[in-house]
């Protein structure tokens, strides 16, 4: 197992040479997470990588749900993703299973798949759409939660400076490079 990915606020807290995958923050809520969204200009500091986008919402509401569905395609768009590609949705404690259908539904429905993302303490209470990104900082090095839909296992955030985080990938989910944006 090896370190695969790495995400950070600031697209520049990745140290470069970096060849594996990035994972950045969209900017599609005006007045809601995340703090810091990645620019058009930061994604193409990583013209060569596999890129994941993802969308925030640490408050899940129900009723939001589409509308951030769709917040979050026309983010893709402005930024220049291609259609078919991986998108976190980074609920961080929050379970809310009814939003998570929801802004599935929207994103299947729009060609995108989606990874759920969020604590291992809470992230099982949601529904996995395409599957689980679990952060667990149990261990000091690359390792995969033990569940069947977990694709990713965020397991450091690169202590002591803490600049960007680390995350080992599933092999073969790595290597379907059909479905990340590079």
């Given at each position: 197992?090896?370190?695969?990915?790495?995400?950070?606020?600031?697209?520049?807290?990745?140290?470069?040479?970096?060849?594996?995958?990035?994972?950045?923050?969209?900017?599609?809520?005006?007045?809601?997470?995340?703090?810091?969204?990645?620019?058009?200009?930061?994604?193409?500091?990583?013209?060569?990588?596999?890129?994941?986008?993802?969308?925030?919402?640490?408050?899940?509401?129900t009723d939001m749900a589409e509308a951030?569905?769709?917040?979050?395609?026309?983010?893709?768009?402005?930024?220049?993703?291609?259609?078919?590609?991986?998108?976190?949705?980074?609920?961080?404690?929050?379970?809310?299973?009814?939003?998570?259908?929801?802004?599935?539904?929207?994103?299947?429905?729009?060609?995108?798949?989606?990874?759920?993302?969020?604590?291992?303490?809470?992230?099982?209470?949601?529904?996995?759409?395409?599957?689980?990104?679990?952060?667990?900082?149990?261990?000091?090095?690359?390792?995969?939660?033990?569940?069947?839909?977990?694709?990713?296992?965020?397991?450091?955030?690169?202590?002591?400076?803490?600049?960007?985080?680390?995350?080992?990938?599933?092999?073969?989910?790595?290597?379907?490079?059909?479905?990340?944006?590079?």
């Amino acid at each position: 197992m090896q370190e695969l990915m790495r995400d950070a606020a600031y697209a520049t807290n990745i140290p470069r040479p970096w060849h594996d995958a990035v994972a950045g923050y969209l900017n599609s809520r005006p007045d809601g997470d995340p703090f810091h969204p990645w620019s058009a200009a930061d994604w193409r500091l990583f013209r060569d990588n596999r890129k994941l986008p993802i969308f925030v919402q640490s408050h899940p509401v129900t009723d939001m749900a589409e509308a951030d569905a769709f917040a979050t395609i026309k983010a893709l768009y402005d930024i220049g993703a291609p259609m078919g590609i991986r998108v976190a949705l980074d609920l961080e404690t929050a379970v809310n299973a009814e939003y998570v259908h929801r802004y599935g539904r929207v994103m299947l429905w729009a060609g995108f798949r989606v990874w759920v993302y969020g604590s291992a303490s809470t992230v099982f209470g949601n529904p996995p759409i395409d599957g689980y990104w679990v952060a667990d900082y149990v261990s000091t090095g690359p390792f995969l939660y033990g569940h069947a839909d977990v694709k990713a296992t965020q397991y450091t955030d690169n202590p002591p400076d803490g600049k960007y985080d680390s995350s080992a990938v599933r092999e073969w989910v790595y290597a379907d490079v059909t479905h990340w944006w590079h």
